[in-house]
C-alpha cells in the first residue's frame, strides 16, 4: 500500500472536508499534489442542487387545513380522523426531508458542499413545525454554503423558518420582540461580549417588519417597521435590518467568531488562537469569502499537523454518512436512518437549541458510545435493533393523538452494504493491516495490530475495525 | 506514531509512580466506609408539558369552571384536599399516599420570560437555565463533575432508558442510560468489546481516544457492577403492567439492592393535550399515580422510602383558559409533585394558584424551579447549589 505522506494528507482532508474517500481515489489523489485535491474538492462543490421532497402548495394546504380544524368547538368523528392525518403526513413529509438529506450526504460528489450545509446548519440551527420551511432554510444553507457569508447571512435571517424560530413575526414597531436580534449577534455573528444589552434592544428595532407571507416568501412591511433613529454600536442613524448586518460585519471580531467555529468544526475541539487569527484575517480581508477562508485553513500546514489528525470525534451525521459511503450501504426501510441519529443524539432538522449541537465529546456517553460500536454490525451485518430513541418533545402532539401506545417490536435494520464493490475498490494483496490503516484516522495501535494479525478475512476485519473507539475518530 | 510512542515512554519512565486512575480499580478495592445509606433522588420527568390545573384542581375557585367549561372537573368527581384544591379522579392512587404524608404538591412554580416551545422549555428544566441562556449541560451533569464525596462513581446518576438525557450530562461527566441493565451487561461483555478493553494500558492519555477507552472501561465496569448488585435482589412487589411503571420497578431494584446511585431519571410522555383532553390525560395520569403508588409502597416495604425523593415535573403547566377542542394550549406556571418517607412539609405547600392576577392568560409563577432544585441539592444532595446553577437560589422548606 501507499505509504506515502500524501496518502494520509489526502485522506484526513476528504474526512474533515467531507465524508471519507474511496479506496481507488485515494491512492489516484495521493500521486498528486495536494493542492489538486484540495482545488478538486472545490471544483466538485459547484454543481449545488436543492432538495425538493416538500412541495410548497401542498404544505400550505395541509396547514391551512389544520388551522381551520383547530378553530373548531366539536369534532365529528371524521374532522377527527381528517386531523390526525394531517398531524401524521406533516410529521411524515419532515422526517422525508430528513432522509433525502442524509442520503444526498450518503452519495454525494459534492462532499465539500453537503459538509459546509452540515456546518452551517449546526450554525444556524433551526426547527420548523414546517417542512416546507425546513426545506428552504437547508437550500440556502447550501446555496451560499461556500459563498459570501453577508449573503448568507441575510438570505438566513429573512428565511420564514428562523423569523418564525426566532419570533420575528412578533417583532414590531412599538412592541420589538428582541430573540432574533440577540441571537443573531450571541450565535449568529460576533458572540457575547461584544454587544450591549442596548445594542439588542436598538437592532430588534432595526428589524421590525421582517415577515414572511403565507406563500413562504420573505415580506418587508413598513407599516410595523421602526423607521426612528437607532443607536447601534456607538453610531446613530436611520438604520434598518441590512444595515445593521453590514455594521455588524465591519466588526473583526464577527470573523474571528465565525472562524474559531470553523476551526473546531473542521480542524480540532481545541481551539489555537493563532491559527484562528490566521483564518480570521483572511475571512475579513477576503469581504468574508467562506471558499477563501476554507481553501486558506485546508492548504494550511497545520491542517495536517499530527495533533489535529485522527483526534476529533466524529458527529453522528459524519459516523453514518462516512460507515455508509464506505461500504455502499442501501437501507431497505430508510426510516431507521433517523432512528439512528436520534439514538445517537443528532436528529438533523431537530437541533436541541438555536445553539446547535454542542458536539466533541458531547456526542459521548455510555450509552451512546455502545451504539456508536454496535453500528457497524448492525448496518453492515443486518442486525437486530435492541434499542429505542427517545421521542421529540415537540412529536408530543403526534403522540397525544395515539391513544394507544405503540409496542415497541424488535426490527432488523433492514441494510446491505455492498462488499463485493467495497472489496473491489481495495487494491490486490490488501492485507488486513492496511485494511485498518485505510480506514481508521487515529493511527492503528497495539490492540488494532493484534485484531489484524489474527485474521486474514477482511470482511471481517472490516467490522471489527469499525467496531473500535478509534473508528469514532476521524 | 511519534506521540503515541512518546507517551508510551514517558509512562514507562514514571512506572514505580504510576498511579492507577480511579475508574480502572476494581470495586473491591473501595473503602466499606464508602458503603454508607445512600439518599436517593428520583427525577420523573412528564413531558409534552401536563395541565396542571386539571391535575391539582383549583375547585374553590369560580374563575377555573368559567374557563373551563367543558373540561372542567366537578367539585363531587375529585378528591378533596382542602377547600381550594383536588386531586383529578385519575389520581385516586396517590391519596393514600398524600394521606400517609408521603406527598407534597408546590403550586406555580416556573421562571421569568417563560417560553412556550416543548424542546425550549424542556431545555430549560434540564439545564436550569435562565430562559435567554444556552447551556450544554444539565444540573445533574453539573452535579456529577462538581465531584463531591456523593458523585464521584460513573454509575452515580442513571437513566432508566436507552438514550441519555441533557439534565443528565456534566462536561467531564455524564449519567449512564439504561433500560435494563441485564443487556448493557451482555453488550458490554462481547468478547469483542472485553477483547479492546482488555488489559487497556495504551489510552490513558486525556485525549480524545483516551476518552473513548476510558467512557467505554467505565460503562463496562458500572455494567457489571450494577448487574451484578442488582441480580440478587428478588423483586417480589407488583406493579401495574404499563412501561412507567416498569421503570419505577428498575429503580425500586437498584435502590432495594443497595446500588450506590444517587440520581435516578425515568419519564413519561403525551402530554402534549391540544384536543379533547380530558381521557388523554386521565389515562396518562392513571399511570402515573399508580406507578408511583407502587413504587412507594415497595421502597417503604424495603426500608428505603426515607431515603428517597421523588420529584415531578413538566416542562410547562396550561393556559388556564381552554381552547376551542376541548383541549388546553402551551402555557407556563405549573405545579410540582414530590414523595418521600422525610418530607418536611406534607399536603400542599404554597398558596393555590391566583386565577385571577394572570400575565396574558396565563398563571404567573411563585416559586422558581431552580429553588426547589437548590433546596434538593443542598439538602439532599450535599452540594452547594450555587455550584451547580451558576447563582444562588434561595431554599425552600419540603425537605
Same mark, same amino acid.
Not at chain 2, 307 to 335: M, P
Given at each position: ?27 489516484? #489523489? ?30 400550505? $394546504?395541509?396547514?391551512?387545513? $389544520? ?32 432522509? &433525502? ?67 420575528? $413575526? ?12 440577540? &441571537?443573531?449577534?450571541? #450565535? ?90 490566521? #483564518? ?195 | ?5 512518546? %507517551?508510551?515512554?514517558?509512562?514507562? /519512565? ?47 375557585? =369560580? ?51 417563560? =417560553? ?10 434540564? /439545564? ?14 453539573? !452535579? ?50 472485553? *477483547?479492546?478493553?482488555?488489559? =487497556? ?13 476510558? /467512557?467505554?472501561? *467505565? ?45 435516578? !431519571? ?23 399515580? *399508580?406507578?408511583?403508588?407502587?413504587? %412507594? ?23 388556564? *383558559? ?9 402555557? /407556563? ?31 404567573? !409563577?411563585?416559586? =422558581?424551579?431552580?429553588?426547589? !432544585? ?26
Amino acid at each position: 500500500m501507499e505509504k506515502k505522506e500524501n496518502f494520509f494528507k489526502v485522506k484526513h482532508l476528504y474526512n474533515r472536508a467531507g465524508f471519507g474517500i474511496a479506496y481507488p481515489e485515494l491512492e489516484h #489523489l495521493s500521486r498528486k499534489n495536494l493542492h489538486k485535491s484540495i482545488k478538486e474538492l472545490f471544483s466538485n462543490a459547484q454543481k449545488i442542487t436543492d432538495l425538493n421532497t416538500v412541495d410548497a402548495s401542498e404544505t400550505r $394546504q395541509q396547514l391551512l387545513m $389544520q388551522a381551520g380544524l383547530n378553530g373548531k368547538k366539536d369534532f365529528s368523528p371524521e374532522e377527527k380522523e381528517q386531523r390526525q392525518e394531517i398531524i401524521r403526513k406533516i410529521s411524515q413529509k419532515g422526517r422525508d426531508l430528513n432522509i &433525502e438529506w442524509i442520503q444526498r450526504m450518503i452519495s454525494t460528489d459534492a462532499p465539500l458542499l453537503e459538509k459546509m450545509t452540515l456546518f452551517w446548519h449546526g450554525h444556524f440551527a433551526c426547527r420548523s413545525g414546517n417542512p416546507y420551511f425546513s426545506q428552504q432554510l437547508n437550500n440556502i444553507q447550501r446555496k451560499y454554503a461556500l459563498g459570501s457569508f453577508k449573503t448568507l447571512l441575510i438570505e438566513v435571517s429573512k428565511s420564514p423558518a428562523m423569523l418564525q424560530y426566532l419570533n420575528n $413575526q412578533q417583532n414590531r414597531k412599538n412592541h420589538p420582540n428582541e430573540n432574533f436580534a440577540r &441571537e443573531l449577534m450571541e #450565535l449568529f455573528t460576533i458572540g457575547r461580549g461584544n454587544y450591549t444589552e442596548q445594542d439588542i434592544r436598538e437592532s430588534a428595532r432595526a428589524f421590525t417588519g421582517w415577515t414572511y407571507n403565507k406563500d413562504g416568501d420573505f415580506e418587508f412591511k413598513p407599516t410595523i417597521h421602526d423607521t426612528g433613529s437607532k443607536i447601534f454600536f456607538g453610531k446613530t442613524g436611520n438604520f434598518d435590518g441590512e444595515a445593521i448586518i453590514d455594521l455588524i460585519l465591519e466588526k473583526p471580531a464577527t470573523a474571528t467568531f465565525i472562524c474559531r467555529k470553523l476551526y473546531t468544526f473542521f480542524v480540532s475541539d481545541t481551539p489555537n488562537e493563532v491559527h484562528i487569527q490566521e #483564518l480570521s484575517s483572511c475571512f475579513y480581508d477576503q469581504q468574508y469569502d467562506i471558499s477563501a477562508v476554507m481553501k486558506k485553513m485546508f492548504e494550511a500546514e497545520w491542517f495536517y499537523s499530527s495533533e489535529n489528525t485522527g483526534n476529533k470525534i466524529k458527529s453522528p451525521a459524519e459516523l453514518l454518512v462516512g460507515l455508509s459511503r464506505e461500504f455502499f450501504v442501501t437501507y431497505n426501510k430508510p426510516q431507521v436512518l433517523i432512528q439512528l441519529q436520534s439514538s445517537l443524539g443528532q436528529y438533523l432538522f431537530n437541533p436541541p437549541n438555536v445553539a446547535g449541537w454542542p458536539g466533541g465529546r458531547s456526542w459521548i456517553d455510555s450509552s451512546s458510545l455502545m451504539l456508536r460500536m454496535k453500528i457497524p454490525s448492525l448496518v453492515l451485518n443486518d442486525g437486530l435493533i435492541d434499542f429505542n430513541a427517545k421521542a421529540d418533545p415537540e412529536e408530543e402532539a403526534l403522540l397525544a393523538i395515539n391513544r394507544k401506545p405503540k409496542i415497541q417490536k424488535k426490527s432488523y435494520i433492514n441494510a446491505e452494504a455492498n462488499w463485493e464493490k467495497f472489496l473491489n475498490t481495495l487494491p490486490k494483496n490488501c492485507s488486513t493491516a492496511d485494511l485498518a490503516a485505510f480506514l481508521l484516522q487515529p493511527l492503528p495501535g497495539s490492540k488494532i495490530k493484534s485484531l489484524t494479525t489474527n485474521s486474514s478475512d477482511l470482511k471481517k476485519t472490516a467490522i471489527e475495525i469499525t467496531s473500535t473507539p478509534e473508528y469514532q475518530l476521524c | 506514531m511519534k506521540r503515541r510512542d512518546f %507517551l508510551k515512554n514517558s509512562m514507562l /519512565t514514571a512506572a514505580g509512580t504510576f498511579v492507577v486512575p480511579a475508574f480502572i480499580k476494581p470495586f473491591e478495592a473501595l473503602a466499606l466506609d464508602e458503603l454508607t445509606l445512600y439518599k436517593n433522588l428520583v427525577v420523573v420527568q412528564l413531558s409534552g408539558g401536563n395541565d396542571g390545573l386539571n391535575t391539582v384542581i383549583p375547585f374553590g375557585n =369560580d374563575i377555573y369552571y368559567q374557563k373551563r367549561k367543558n373540561i372542567a372537573i366537578k367539585p363531587q368527581e375529585l378528591i378533596k384536599l382542602d377547600d381550594m384544591q383536588g386531586l383529578n379522579p385519575n389520581l385516586s392512587a396517590l391519596k393514600e399516599i398524600y394521606d400517609q404524608g408521603w406527598m407534597s404538591i408546590i403550586n406555580d412554580v416556573g421562571y421569568p420570560n417563560p =417560553d412556550r416551545s416543548h424542546f425550549r422549555s424542556m431545555d430549560i428544566w434540564q /439545564t436550569a437555565s435562565d430562559a435567554n441562556q444556552f447551556l450544554s449541560t444539565g444540573w445533574i451533569g453539573r !452535579y456529577l463533575d462538581s465531584n463531591c464525596q456523593s458523585c464521584k462513581f460513573p454509575y452515580t446518576a442513571i437513566e432508566v432508558d436507552d438514550s441519555l438525557s441533557l439534565a443528565m450530562k456534566g462536561k467531564t461527566k455524564k449519567g449512564i442510560a439504561l433500560k435494563d441493565p441485564a443487556a448493557l451487561f451482555r453488550n458490554t461483555n462481547e468478547p469483542f468489546f472485553k *477483547e479492546m478493553m482488555n488489559n =487497556d494500558k495504551e489510552h490513558l492519555d486525556e485525549d480524545n481516544l483516551g476518552y473513548l477507552y476510558k /467512557t467505554m472501561i *467505565e460503562t463496562s465496569s458500572s455494567a457489571s457492577y450494577i448487574q451484578n448488585t442488582s441480580k440478587i435482589y428478588q423483586d417480589n412487589f407488583t406493579y401495574p403492567s404499563t412501561g412507567f411503571a416498569s421503570q419505577l420497578k428498575t429503580v425500586a431494584k437498584f435502590i432495594s439492592s443497595g446500588l450506590k446511585t444517587r440520581v435516578y !431519571y425515568v419519564s413519561l410522555s403525551g402530554f402534549d393535550t391540544h384536543v379533547d383532553q380530558t381521557p388523554q390525560q386521565g389515562r396518562l395520569l392513571k399511570q402515573y399515580a *399508580e406507578g408511583i403508588n407502587a413504587f %412507594l409502597k415497595d421502597l417503604k416495604q424495603n426500608n428505603k422510602l426515607d431515603d428517597t425523593l421523588v420529584l415531578t415535573f413538566s416542562e410547562f403547566g396550561r393556559r388556564v *383558559e381552554q381552547n376551542a377542542s376541548n383541549g388546553t394550549d402551551h402555557g /407556563t406556571a405549573n405545579n410540582m409533585f414530590l414523595f418521600g418517607g422525610k418530607l418536611k412539609k406534607q399536603g400542599i405547600y404554597n398558596a393555590a394558584p391566583n386565577l385571577q392576577d394572570l400575565e396574558a392568560g396565563d398563571l404567573k !409563577y411563585q416559586v =422558581d424551579f431552580r429553588q426547589v !432544585y437548590g433546596t434538593i441539592l443542598d439538602k439532599w444532595l450535599d452540594v452547594n447549589n450555587a455550584q451547580i446553577l451558576n447563582q444562588r437560589f434561595n431554599t425552600l422548606d419540603f425537605i
